[in-house]
Structure formats: structure tokens, C-alpha cells
């Protein structure tokens, strides 16, 4: 069985590895015998060798199970199953606990947070055949709510560059979103696919960046590059091929379900409603009607174009 270099109880002795994803530096420790490479694949293309003199936006440390029992006050505020696998989301007095079961059959994994999420430990099963994905996962969780407070967002998106800009395309999980990169790349010269699944977009200078990330969802595609962005754009799956596109309230309102955050947080929803607003204000947002075809990249390619401000 693949236990990454540990065994049971080894967590006495930890190695500290430093990240960097979208210009936030982050901290992962783990027990000092684990194989960082096998544990974290994706991660590699941001491993940096100091923290650039910064503080770490956050500090995520690994250690062998099991977890701290529940506390007393401890609420329970979403359970669901998704590719991330079956999440609990619970509130604590002085932060998050999230349990995470990859499959119906894995052991169960807990990560406890501060409440903004500057902070975690993760009381993992090393044994679990899977946890190279717990552990991805896990840490884009806490990744996604820390850069909240930062000016950037985490978003469920395909994301594509083309002549030095990124193109967004967001939608339900099964609207077409890879499909529409991929109609991009195969038919507009020069196109790129930046991120499949979790790119990150944040304001800086008053431009909006668009970010490669480690979670890229089924597509291996983890580039620590970095453009500005072109147009975000909402798929929604129709018989047709229409572009429509939508300005203040309506541009938020199509953005916001592809971002996450933890929408009983009150100080992380402000921080995503200002970064936000500040993104529908700078670029071309729209949404695309769309059937899975040649006609629909170039509808949408020619509405950006003719929607941006």
C-alpha cells in the first residue's frame, strides 16, 4: 500500500515547503518523510524557495490523524458530494472544521481553520490509496477562502489565452466549458488552454489577471503563467449560438455562482463582492447560448470584441 513515505505516528518531524499561486506565497508542512513530488504533482510548477519577504497568506500543515472531536458548538453548514468527494462544512468558535471523504469507501479526512482561514491543520489517513487528491483538495479549499481578503477570487472556469490575453468561460458543471476552450484552441490560432478547472483572477494596478493554479479539475494543465483578461463569459447550453452582453448588476449576478466562497462568512462574502465588482467594472462580461461547434467560438470570440468597454 502507497503510504507516501509514512507510517502511522510519524509526525513528530515536519518539512516546510513554500508555494506561490497568483502572487500569494503560502506554507505547506508535512511529516518529514513524505515524497512532496508524489503527494503534490500539480503543485510543483509553483514551488518557490523563500516567501519573497512576504508573509505567507496562509500556513497548512499535515499531520497523522485522527482529529480532535467535535466541539460543542460546532454547526453544521453544508454537506455535499462533488469532485472535490463528500464535504462537510462545519462552523467552530474560532473557525472551520471540514471532513472529507474522497469516495464512499475512504477513510475520513478532517481539516481544521482559523476563521480566515490564515491557518489550518489537517488530520489526515495516510493510508487512504487516495490521498494525493485529499490533500489537493484540502488546500484549494483553504487557498480559495484566503485570497478572498486578498483582491483575488478562486473560479470554477475553463480559461484559455490567446495574443497575450485570458478568456473565462464559466457554467454549470457539465455546460461545456472545456468543450468551448477546446473549440478555441482548435480553430483560433495562437490559443492556449491556461487552466480547465480553478483559475484564480485578481486586481491589480486596476487591471484584472487572470492566474494559472494547481487545480486544473481531469485536465493535467498547471502553468504558472499569467495574463490579463480579455472577457469572462457564461455558458449556458441552447440550440443556438447567441451572445449577449451584460453590464453591472447582471455581469455580477452571472459571475457569482462560479466563485467560491463560504456564503454564511459575512467578512469573506464582502471580500468577494468588492473584488468582483471592481472585475465587472474592467472587463467584457457576457453570456453565451450556445450549441458545441465551430459558430459558437467565433459568436463568442466577435461578442467580447464588440461588448468590451
Same mark, same amino acid.
Given at each position: 500500500?502507497?503510504?507516501?513515505?509514512?507510517?502511522?505516528?510519524?509526525?513528530?518531524?515536519?518539512? *516546510?515547503?513554500?508555494?506561490?499561486?497568483?502572487?500569494?506565497?503560502?506554507?505547506?508542512?508535512?511529516?518529514?518523510?513524505? $515524497?512532496? *513530488?508524489?503527494?503534490?504533482?500539480?503543485?510543483?510548477?509553483?514551488?518557490? *524557495?523563500?516567501?519573497?519577504? /512576504?508573509?505567507?497568506?496562509?500556513?497548512?500543515?499535515?499531520?497523522?490523524?485522527?482529529? #480532535?472531536?467535535? %466541539? !460543542?458548538?460546532?454547526?453544521?453548514?453544508?454537506?455535499?458530494?462533488? $469532485?472535490?468527494?463528500?464535504?462537510?462544512?462545519?462552523? !467552530?468558535? !474560532?473557525?472551520?472544521?471540514?471532513?472529507?471523504? +474522497?469516495?464512499?469507501?475512504?477513510?475520513?479526512?478532517?481539516?481544521?481553520?482559523?476563521? /480566515?482561514?490564515?491557518? &489550518?491543520?489537517?488530520?489526515?489517513?495516510? %493510508?487512504?490509496? +487516495?490521498?494525493?487528491?485529499?490533500?489537493?483538495?484540502?488546500?484549494?479549499?483553504?487557498?480559495?477562502?484566503?485570497?478572498?481578503?486578498?483582491?483575488?477570487?478562486?473560479?470554477?472556469?475553463?480559461?484559455?489565452?490567446?495574443?497575450?490575453?485570458?478568456?473565462?468561460?464559466?457554467?454549470?458543471?457539465?455546460?461545456?466549458?472545456?468543450?468551448?476552450?477546446?473549440?478555441?484552441?482548435?480553430?483560433?490560432?495562437?490559443? $492556449?488552454?491556461?487552466?480547465? $478547472?480553478?483559475?484564480?483572477?485578481?486586481?491589480?494596478?486596476?487591471?484584472?489577471? &487572470?492566474?494559472?493554479?494547481?487545480?486544473?479539475?481531469?485536465? #493535467?494543465?498547471?502553468?504558472?503563467?499569467?495574463?490579463?483578461?480579455?472577457?469572462?463569459?457564461?455558458?449556458?447550453? &441552447?440550440?443556438?449560438?447567441?451572445?449577449?452582453?451584460?453590464?453591472?448588476?447582471? &455581469?455580477?449576478?452571472?459571475?457569482?455562482?462560479?466563485?467560491?466562497?463560504?456564503?454564511? /462568512?459575512?467578512?469573506?462574502? /464582502?471580500?468577494?463582492?468588492?473584488?468582483?465588482?471592481?472585475?465587472? !467594472?474592467?472587463?467584457?462580461?457576457?453570456?453565451?447560448?450556445?450549441?458545441?461547434? %465551430? %459558430?459558437?467560438? *467565433?459568436?463568442?470570440?466577435?461578442?467580447?470584441?464588440?461588448?468590451?468597454?
Amino acid at each position: 500500500m502507497d503510504d507516501y513515505g509514512l507510517s502511522k505516528g510519524t509526525n513528530e518531524m515536519s518539512t *516546510e515547503w513554500l508555494f506561490c499561486v497568483a502572487g500569494f506565497v503560502f506554507s505547506v508542512s508535512v511529516p518529514a518523510e513524505t $515524497d512532496i *513530488e508524489r503527494l503534490l504533482p500539480s503543485f510543483l510548477p509553483f514551488r518557490c *524557495e523563500t516567501d519573497k519577504g /512576504d508573509k505567507p497568506v496562509f500556513r497548512w500543515r499535515a499531520v497523522s490523524g485522527p482529529a #480532535p472531536e467535535k %466541539e !460543542e458548538c460546532t454547526t453544521l453548514l453544508e454537506e455535499s458530494f462533488n $469532485d472535490l468527494g463528500h464535504v462537510s462544512l462545519w462552523r !467552530e468558535k !474560532e473557525g472551520y472544521r471540514i471532513g472529507m471523504h +474522497y469516495t464512499a469507501q475512504s477513510p475520513q479526512h478532517v481539516m481544521k481553520t482559523s476563521r /480566515d482561514f490564515t491557518s &489550518a491543520v489537517a488530520y489526515i489517513q495516510w %493510508e487512504d490509496p +487516495y490521498v494525493s487528491c485529499v490533500c489537493t483538495s484540502l488546500l484549494r479549499i483553504v487557498y480559495s477562502q484566503a485570497v478572498l481578503l486578498q483582491g483575488a477570487i478562486s473560479l470554477h472556469a475553463s480559461t484559455v489565452y490567446q495574443e497575450g490575453y485570458a478568456y473565462l468561460f464559466l457554467g454549470k458543471s457539465g455546460t461545456g466549458k472545456s468543450t468551448h476552450s477546446a473549440l478555441w484552441m482548435k480553430h483560433f490560432e495562437g490559443t $492556449d488552454l491556461l487552466n480547465d $478547472d480553478n483559475p484564480t483572477v485578481r486586481v491589480e494596478g486596476g487591471k484584472v489577471v &487572470a492566474y494559472g493554479t494547481p487545480w486544473s479539475g481531469k485536465t #493535467p494543465c498547471y502553468k504558472n503563467l499569467c495574463f490579463p483578461v480579455g472577457g469572462m463569459v457564461k455558458l449556458v447550453q &441552447a440550440p443556438f449560438n447567441r451572445f449577449t452582453p451584460l453590464k453591472e448588476v447582471n &455581469a455580477f449576478v452571472a459571475l457569482f455562482p462560479g466563485c467560491a466562497v463560504i456564503r454564511q /462568512d459575512g467578512r469573506l462574502c /464582502d471580500g468577494l463582492y468588492d473584488t468582483l465588482s471592481q472585475i465587472v !467594472e474592467r472587463v467584457p462580461v457576457g453570456r453565451l447560448e450556445c450549441l458545441p461547434e %465551430e %459558430e459558437a467560438a *467565433e459568436v463568442c470570440r466577435e461578442g467580447i470584441r464588440n461588448g468590451g468597454k
